[in-house]
């Protein structure tokens, strides 16, 4: 049974920082991709950020310099740094398996 468990978002104002966490079960980080993905008011939802099981990681050119994903395998968790963050940057924020678009429930981040 899989399960995603997201965290750490909070409101914050533009050009603070947060950490978001995902805490997983059921799933091998050394066997698939984890991304984080943002549903914003309004749009679609995006792929902000991937990590692969080999440890690369992706980023969207609004993200690139601003967020870093990683990972410990050893808590089973990934993580979201976000840094200077930006009025656009306000969404909800969800853990995926990125394989099957499996998600978490989400964490809510709002930047004023």
């Known amino acids: 049974h899989v399960q995603l468990v997201e965290s750490g978002g909070d409101s914050v104002q533009a050009g603070g920082s947060l950490r978001l966490s995902c805490t997983a079960s059921g799933v091998t980080f050394d066997e698939v991709d984890m991304g984080w993905y943002r549903q914003a008011p309004g749009n679609e939802c995006e792929l902000v950020s991937r990590?692969?099981?080999?440890?690369?990681?992706y980023y969207t050119d609004s993200a690139k310099g601003r967020f870093t994903i990683s990972q410990d395998k050893a808590k089973n968790t990934v993580y979201l740094q976000l840094n200077s963050l930006r009025t656009e940057d306000t969404g909800m924020y969800y853990c995926a398996r990125v394989v099957d678009d499996y998600r978490g429930q989400g964490t809510q981040v709002t930047v004023s």
């Open positions: 990590i692969a099981s080999d440890g690369r990681t």
